[in-house]
């Protein structure tokens, strides 16, 4: 019994599928053209596979005229010497027919593996390319599938399906070239039965398509689904508010429609088959009919009887095995088609043409200067009428990477989250931003290293507009810690490097030991060595936010956004940090949304954004005695937490936008 699990009202079913899994969404043009460049690096291969597959075929269409000539001229008039000669040349033809299927599996197996490998890495190459939009909106599972599953069944349209082509056309022409030459009366039977093999596997063919694509997306949809599930946040969320009898029946939905249409996939290519098979028959039975009673009247040699029926049966084969190729070749053109809708997608975030360094980012070393304070003098961050708000979702992203796709931007509407911001970060100051949650403060961050480019007016550092420059070199200038730093299920030795890959072994205990978490690390077991798990989950949030911070520490950037990076730690590890903080950021430009009173205090200028916009600008003392929007948080907040004040989190901020 199939399980339905409906989506709840308010989530519309996915945009441009409207008719599901099987919607009849066509393949775009040019398809087998833009093929063309994959194919040209393995030409040599290619043309080797099809000589290959030329000499299977003239193998194929010899060795039935052998068995008339074995009969009719050797065996019928006891000729030992022709009996002799003629298996040796079936012997002959057998080993060479081995040999080419050898090197046409050697060569088809090279192509085909480059093409995977070749089609993988441009597409892995161009997601990195993406802005961060592109995933806050596409699942995992969706993405990974156009890296497995598609990209395999893409390659095999080159590879499997060029070599059967050629060797199908080869054959097919070589074969009736024989049949005539044997009977062109009985050849002239076998061919009116060819337009019955054709036909049903056009009709088909186009079945396997849809059903294909509907594959396909299903395959990545139940991925994502499981991905979502099996990492260390998902298991927990189920475990803390889970239903595992909701869960069960959510993938259970999506395992029946899985198990659905791979039913009607097998079901269509057994038709195919059995339509095949049938006419087959039917024209054999024709065939031995007509030249048996040939035979019987002296007519017709029995050898050559044996000849044709034989070529009649290898003249089917690639009339069956050409209708496959069709059904299969539209099957690979769907793979090549959802390979090419990724990189037909254009990041909305690119370098420019001609687009400079920003001065001093890694220009002679690749990366920032190694020590405590940057290799240049750290750059002014201005922000100038910067209005901003969230792309829409056919901007960013596909309908067929996400199960639930809207035509509304990441925020639900057209509203500007920024409207207009100007100010000034000066250069080796530490700016702190604070607002309640959903003021802006984190698009303004993320627009720091360009995760996203303003609708209108410029983000400046050093003077530069940042779409004038180079991505590396603005990777190299800013630094960012988030409030929930990630790590990778590695080593945290292979975590740290991560920002910078020349790192010694004494920089890597230096950095632990600024960030407050060598003493940890060296009690650890494998010290350096230590697996941190999925997202980092086998350390507390404190371990795992002091690994981030020694990874900025090596990085070294001259300017540093921090998503208030001591959120998660205690009163003792948060002072802890801010010692080293100060050392940290001592003549670095940065920039941090704050959560706590600590460091609000410190900061050489507070931004109040509220709506989008800044509404008041100045130092903690100086905005407390104007008695405004931020006294007002402030008293909301602290009024009865004054003598613990430094230890308390300012709720006014969050990761809000």
């Not at 945009?15 to 093929?35: A, F, S, T, Y």
């Not at 995933?135 to 598609?150: E, I, K, W």
């Not at 750290?378 to 009428?385: L, R």
């Not at 690994?547 to 070294?556: E, F, G, P, Q, Y």
């Amino acid at each position: 019994m199939k399980v339905t699990v409906q989506a709840p009202a308010d989530e519309p079913p996915p945009e441009g599928n409207p008719q599901g899994p099987e919607g009849h969404q066509r393949i775009r043009p040019g398809i087998v053209r833009r093929i063309v460049p994959y194919a040209k690096p393995y030409r040599f291969r290619l043309l080797f596979l099809i000589a290959a597959s030329a000499l299977g075929a003239v193998v194929t269409a010899a060795s039935p005229l052998l068995f008339g000539v074995i009969i009719d001229k050797g065996i019928t008039p006891r000729k030992t010497d022709v009996v002799i000669a003629v298996a040796g040349a079936l012997l002959a033809l057998a080993l060479l027919e081995a040999l080419t299927t050898y090197w046409q599996a050697k060569l088809s197996a090279q192509i085909g593996e480059g093409l995977i490998y070749d089609l993988r890495t441009a597409v892995f190459g161009h997601v990195q390319a993406q802005p961060l939009a592109f995933f806050t909106r596409s699942q995992t599972g969706s993405l990974v599938s156009r890296l497995n599953t598609d990209v395999i069944g893409a390659q095999q349209a080159i590879t499997v399906l060029m070599a059967e082509t050629v060797n199908t056309m080869l054959t097919l022409v070589l074969v009736l070239a024989a049949m005539f030459y044997l009977s062109w009366q009985l050849s002239l039977i076998a061919l009116v039965m060819i337009p019955f093999f054709l036909f049903p596997g056009k009709i088909i063919g186009r079945r396997m398509q849809r059903l294909a694509r509907g594959t396909m997306q299903l395959n990545a949809e139940m991925g994502s689904l499981m991905s979502e599930r099996f990492n260390v946040a998902g298991a927990m969320l189920n475990k803390l508010y889970g239903r595992p009898a909701h869960e069960s029946a959510v993938f259970a939905g999506r395992a029946a429609d899985v198990r659905d249409i791979g039913v009607k996939t097998n079901v269509t290519a057994q038709l195919l088959g059995i339509v095949m098979g049938l006419t087959a028959s039917v024209t054999l039975a024709l065939l031995f009919g007509i030249g048996g009673l040939l035979v019987v009247d002296d007519a017709f040699a029995l050898g050559t009887l044996v000849s044709l029926v034989t070529l009649v049966g290898r003249l089917y084969t690639p009339i069956q095995q050409l209708s496959s190729v069709q059904a299969n070749a539209m099957t690979a053109l769907v793979s090549f088609d959802r390979v090419f809708e990724i990189l037909d997608l254009e990041p909305l975030v690119k370098e420019r043409p001609g687009a400079t360094a920003l001065p001093g980012a890694g220009a002679t070393t690749g990366r920032p200067a190694r020590g405590g304070a940057p290799g240049t003098a750290a750059p002014e961050i201005e922000f100038d009428k910067v209005s901003f708000r969230y792309p829409a979702a056919g901007e960013v992203s596909l309908a067929s990477l996400e199960s639930i796709t809207l035509p509304t931007s990441e925020r639900g509407d057209d509203a500007l989250i920024l409207d207009e911001i100007s100010f000034r970060a000066p250069a080796g100051k530490l700016t702190a931003l604070v607002g309640r949650s959903g003021a802006g403060k984190t698009t303004i961050t993320n627009l720091m290293p360009r995760f996203y480019d303003p609708v209108s007016g410029s983000v400046r550092i050093a003077g530069h507009d940042l779409r004038d420059v180079t991505l590396a070199s603005l990777q190299d200038t800013v630094g960012v810690v988030t409030q929930d730093a990630h790590l990778f299920h590695e080593t945290i030795r292979a975590n740290l490097m991560y920002a910078r890959p020349d790192a010694t072994e004494r920089d890597l205990v230096e950095a632990c030991g600024a960030a407050r978490i060598w003493d940890t690390v060296a009690t650890l077991p494998n010290g350096l060595d230590t697996v941190v798990g999925d997202r980092g989950f086998r350390l507390s949030g404190g371990e795992k936010q002091r690994i981030a911070l020694a990874r900025l520490l090596l990085k070294a950037p001259p300017v540093v956004v921090l998503d208030e990076a001591t959120a998660h730690l205690d009163s003792e590890s948060e002072a802890a940090i801010q010692r080293a903080l100060r050392t940290a950021l001592a003549g670095r430009t940065s920039v941090v949304i704050a959560h706590r009173l600590s460091t609000i205090r410190e900061a050489d200028q507070i931004l109040v954004i509220d709506g989008g916009r800044i509404r008041e600008r100045g130092t903690h003392d100086s905005l407390l005695s104007d008695g405004g929007l931020y006294a007002d948080l402030y008293d909301t907040q602290f009024a009865r937490q004054k003598t613990a004040a430094d230890d308390t989190v300012l709720d006014i901020a969050g990761p809000g936008r």
